[in-house]
């Protein structure tokens, strides 16, 4: 299949953008109350006046794409077949707000790694579906109770019986890292590992308070000044997203279904804030706002928060690791936790109480990076996620 948006959906989406109406915002030059009119006012112009979207779109289609139904829910996926002698089936899964074109900057090498200087033997055959709800074919209907865990057992069934894969390897970020961690929990024996961003516990988004990092906790008064300035700084960028998309995504979704400008202001926020420096050109901004623009998937693409705390996960073993398949990790600098440096990084993960949930094999942490790892820094994620799979299938 070819992806392609009608002219009249195009049009549609022009006449909006031309009717933008934006707020008053003085006193926010320096961004304190949320995104400036200053950013986006010109984004807007661009997405107007000089934005393709049908160059982005033939980019895409330089791919194969399919779609396909699991378990009766419309699943659209993206390929790169892999070169080399003997392919690692890979699912590579992204996350919020996130699109499937995040992996576009890693998927060739995945594949294809003599043509990177790589060694064909680590070559992949990459997998690379849309979230159900995100992006393509469209919003969800027929199953709008999904959260990560249930897709991993929709991945899985994709992977094992429509594709034909007896065993498999599995990457992800953000929600991917959580989909990601459950198919190592619930299907081990049938993946060679798993490779991720993050090593949260599956049990993140359970609780009364699931859209609270700090689950209600008050951060003590003798907290060293710089420990406080950067718990304060992470809660920042991260609590309204998260509070949002758990307890009032379909009320913000009216807005952002009907306003493009809102859309992505939205979206921009998490893009600014969680990558780390200038990570995406006005274009990158677009099409990944133009994929959930023109299939109406925002609604659909938020509720997996609230999906994740209403149906909370629970395991389907005991055994510890809860995570039995190999595991890899990528962290970044990024996001190092408070009063942990890069170089402390790995060792700090493994002693926690998050180290305990995985069967780790290879973890590493890089200065450079943020969220968004595999767009922010593809090279490093590559060694990585190669790494590990040498690893767990050696």
Request: hydrophobic share 40%; charged share 20%.
């Amino acid at each position: 299949m070819k992806i392609y948006v009608p002219d009249e959906v195009l049009g549609d989406l022009r006449r909006r953008l031309e009717l933008t109406r934006l707020p008053a915002d003085e006193g926010n030059d320096d961004g304190f109350y949320g995104v400036p009119v200053a950013r986006l006012r010109p984004l807007v112009d661009h997405w107007l006046d000089g934005y393709d979207w049908r160059k982005a779109e033939a980019a895409i289609n330089a791919y194969d794409h399919e779609q396909v139904e699991v378990d009766g829910v419309p699943v659209h996926y993206m390929r790169r077949p892999g070169v080399g002698p003997d392919p690692t089936p890979l699912i590579l899964t992204h996350g919020w707000p996130w699109t499937f074109w995040h992996w576009s900057k890693v998927v060739d090498a995945l594949a294809d790694p003599a043509a990177h200087g790589g060694d064909p033997a680590d070559a992949f055959d990459v997998i690379v579906p849309s979230l159900p709800g995100f992006g393509f074919p469209g919003p969800l209907r027929n199953r709008p109770e999904l959260n990560f865990w249930m897709v991993a057992d929709l991945w899985h069934t994709l992977m094992t019986e429509v594709l034909g894969h007896e065993r498999y390897a599995a990457a992800g970020c953000d929600i991917g890292a959580l989909i990601s961690g459950q198919l190592g929990h619930k299907y081990a024996d049938s993946l060679y590992g798993i490779h991720i961003g993050s090593g949260q516990k599956l049990t993140l988004f359970n609780g009364d308070r699931g859209w609270d990092l700090a689950q209600g906790q008050v951060l003590p008064d003798d907290l060293p000044p710089e420990i406080r300035d950067r718990i304060i700084a992470l809660d920042r960028r991260f609590a309204s997203h998260l509070a949002v998309h758990v307890l009032d995504s379909s009320t913000l979704a009216h807005a952002l279904s009907d306003s493009p400008a809102g859309l992505l202001a939205w979206l921009l926020k998490r893009w600014d804030s969680w990558s780390d420096g200038d990570a995406f050109t006005p274009d990158d901004l677009l099409t990944h706002t133009m994929i959930y623009w023109v299939n109406n998937s925002i609604g659909t693409s938020m509720r997996y928060y609230a999906n994740a705390n209403r149906h909370p996960w629970t395991p389907s073993h005991d055994r510890v690791p809860a995570v039995e398949a190999p595991t890899g990790i990528t962290f970044v600098g990024y996001e190092n936790p408070p009063g942990v440096t890069t170089d402390q990084r790995v060792a700090a993960f493994a002693a926690s109480d998050r180290g305990g949930w995985y069967n780790h094999v290879n973890l590493t942490a890089h200065d450079r990076g943020g969220h968004f790892i595999p767009w922010e820094i593809p090279d490093e994620w590559v060694d990585d996620l190669r790494r590990t799979f040498r690893k767990a299938r050696g």
